[in-house]
Nanobody, 117 residues
Framework: QVQLVESGGGLVQAGGSLRLSCAAS????????MAWFRQAPGKEREFVSS???????IYAASVKGRFTISRDNAKNTVYLQMDSVRPEDTAVYYC???????????WGQGTQVTVSS
C-alpha cells in the first residue's frame, strides 16, 4: 500500500503561480509513475501530468507550457509547479501513483486550488 499526502493548494490570482507537493509513504518501492489529476465542480476528474521514475513527463494539452512536474525519488515526492494559472485551473488536485503496467490505484485526499480572475 502507498499513502499519499498533498499540500500547497490555496487561492491565487490569475497569472500567478502555485506549487503543489505530494509525499508518498508505505511501499514506495512499488511506485512506477507519479501523477496529478484534477476535478473541477460538476466535471469529471481529468489527467494533468505524470512523471516516470527516471523522468519521462506527460502533460495534458490544457496545461502544457504552463505547468511543470518534477519528482524527487530520494524523498518520494512529486511536485507540480503551476505558472500562468487561469480561472479554469480551479479544481481539487489529486496525486496518484501506479505500479508498472497497472492503472493509477493509490490516491491522495486532494488539495483545493482556486484561481481568481
Amino acid at each position: 500500500q502507498v499513502q499519499l499526502v498533498e499540500s500547497g493548494g490555496g487561492l491565487v490570482q490569475a497569472g500567478g503561480s502555485l506549487r503543489l507537493s505530494c509525499a508518498a509513504s508505505g511501499r514506495t518501492e512499488t511506485i512506477y509513475r507519479m501523477a496529478w489529476f484534477r476535478q473541477a465542480p460538476g466535471k469529471e476528474r481529468e489527467f494533468v501530468s505524470s512523471c516516470g521514475r527516471t523522468g519521462g513527463t506527460i502533460y495534458a494539452a490544457s496545461v502544457k507550457g504552463r505547468f511543470t512536474i518534477s519528482r524527487d525519488n530520494a524523498k518520494n515526492t512529486v511536485y507540480l509547479q503551476m505558472d500562468s494559472v487561469r480561472p479554469e485551473d480551479t479544481a481539487v488536485y489529486y496525486c496518484a501513483t501506479n505500479r508498472m503496467g497497472r492503472e493509477f490505484d493509490s490516491w491522495g485526499q486532494g488539495t483545493q486550488v482556486t484561481v481568481s480572475s
